[in-house]
């Protein structure tokens, strides 16, 4: 390992989910091209987590870094509050045209389809704004139809989505969020569906949907990531399962928050991950793969009962939210290029082809006696490394791992010992190898 590689201790950067004190290397990115990292000594690495779930064609894909510069030599930014520009307007349309292709807008439970688009900057503040225009909708609710404004959220175990108050408060508590817990609200957590305990979860919903306990305090919203539980370890569920919950959540007129914030744009395998599930939620939170990984952008979908319940003549029933960076030209243009690639190529045969090489490794990992459940949906391969310590998030092997697959030349993050893979789909069948032969050696070295 060369100097640019280790950790400048007088750097003042202070970067995320980093134990400073640890001096754990941290290679200084140059250059990136498809699926490799160049830093700045030269060596490359092979990107295996999209660097952190967000490029979804490739680094520096030409379509998207042309559009971003054509729209950079014309309109920077500007304010969205009584503004309005091109690039946002086209990204607002293609998004509804993509729901409306790929999720069902006759679903008899909930016929209204997704009809409003509201921007903002990341996968968090789309799923605070989502939060925000449940509680928004009741508060209307409850004044046009009588009952009590409704504020509470279920949630499902195991889940993450965000780091802000409010989106820990509906995420799990952890190690994570233990110091800040004082400010987080109060939810009702459901079980995550492990395969054979779905119906104990569905029966959990429905109860907490009835309020039985309580008729006053009915839920507002369940937020759920749908298929792919992420941060929580990778953890899968059916569409059918999913399908259920909605089909609950609709039962007892309780809004469906899907946050596709990183199962959005072809992780599971097709554009959404209610796809499958044929359903649509009441609000649907994107960010991430949204430009293709190349800059910030977020939006939040809602309803039109949802964007009605904020419009009348008095202006105290406004949507009270902005971030200064509102539907950036710049991030738009880029949206718009990934969304114009989502029109015109076969991105789930791309997919495809990525997921079945991938099965060919994950069926050879599943005999490894240091592994167990080893799986994939879509491009996202995970399997869990069995050690004598403990596991979950703050697992000892984490950290070791990360080293390990550093000095191999590659860019993996394992969630404690669950070691996944979630590459942009360009990467080649030769890449995945390399991934796949360290992480075969690293069951070797660290498993029991
Ligand atoms: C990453 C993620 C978020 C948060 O997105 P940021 O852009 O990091 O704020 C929210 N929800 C899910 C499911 C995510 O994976």
Same mark, same amino acid.
């Given at each position: ?32 091209? *498809? ?15 999209? =660097? ?48 409306? &292709? ?7 439970? =909930? ?8 921007? @903002? ?15 928004? %909708?009741?508060?209307?609710?409850? &004044? ?28 799990? &508590? ?5 110091? %800040? ?10 079980? /995550? ?43 899968? /569920? ?13 039962? %007892? ?13 072809? &992780? ?18 994107? =960010?991430?793969?949204?430009? *293709? ?18 419009? @009348? ?8 939210? @902005? @971030? ?41 990992? =599943? ?25 979950? /998030? ?25 070691? %996944?893979?979630?590459?942009? /789909? ?23």
């Amino acid at each position: 390992m060369t100097d640019s590689r280790m950790t400048d201790t007088s750097s003042p950067v202070w970067h995320p989910f980093t134990q400073h004190g640890l001096n754990e290397a941290q290679p200084l990115i140059d250059r990136a091209d *498809g699926a490799t990292l160049t830093c700045r000594d030269g060596s490359e690495l092979i990107d295996g987590i999209s =660097s952190w779930w967000v490029v979804t064609h490739g680094h520096c894909h030409p379509p998207i870094i042309s559009a971003i510069r054509e729209q950079a030599e014309k309109l920077d930014q500007v304010i969205f509050a009584g503004f309005t520009h091109e690039p946002a307007e086209r990204v607002a349309k293609g998004l509804i045209r993509l729901t409306d &292709r790929h999720l069902p807008s006759h679903d008899p439970l =909930s016929p209204d389809p997704l009809t409003h688009v509201f921007f @903002s900057d990341s996968g968090s503040t789309s799923v605070e704004v989502a939060l925000k225009m449940a509680l928004g %909708y009741w508060h209307r609710h409850a &004044r046009d139809h009588g009952g009590k404004p409704r504020h509470r959220i279920i949630v499902m175990e195991h889940s993450y989505h965000g780091d802000t108050i409010g989106t820990m408060s509906v995420g799990a &508590r952890g190690v994570f969020n233990q110091v %800040y817990t004082p400010l987080l609200f109060d939810v009702t957590t459901i079980p /995550y569906p492990a395969a054979g305990r779905e119906q104990a979860m569905l029966d959990a919903l429905e109860a907490a949907c009835r309020a039985a306990h309580d008729p006053a305090d009915k839920p507002a919203a369940l937020i759920v990531e749908p298929l792919i539980l992420g941060s929580g370890g990778m953890l899968f /569920y059916s569409p059918a399962t999913l399908k259920a919950m909605a089909q609950i959540c609709a039962a %007892y007129d309780v809004l469906f928050i899907a946050d596709e914030v990183m199962t959005a744009w072809g &992780r599971t395998g097709t554009l959404f991950a209610c796809e499958p599930a044929e359903i649509t939620p009441d609000i649907l939170c994107l =960010s991430k793969g949204m430009t *293709g990984g190349s800059l910030p952008l977020a939006a939040t979908l809602a309803r039109r009962k949802i964007f009605d319940a904020h419009v @009348s003549d008095d202006r105290a029933d406004m949507f009270f939210h @902005s @971030s200064s960076f509102t539907a950036n030209p710049i991030a738009c243009a880029a949206a718009a290029a990934n969304i114009a690639i989502w029109e015109s190529e076969d991105m789930p045969a791309r997919i495809a082809s990525r997921g079945a090489a991938m099965q060919q490794h994950i069926d050879r990992l =599943s005999t490894h006696k240091a592994f167990t459940n080893a799986r994939r949906m879509g491009a996202i391969a995970a399997i869990d490394l069995i050690t004598t310590g403990e596991n979950g /998030y703050m697992a000892d092997v984490a950290p070791k791992l990360r080293a390990f697959f550093l000095e191999r030349g590659l860019l993996l993050r394992p969630l404690g010992n669950t070691i %996944y893979v979630l590459p942009p /789909y360009c990467i080649s069948d030769t890449q995945l190898n390399q991934i796949f032969t360290a992480i075969d050696e690293a069951g070797h070295l660290f498993g029991s």
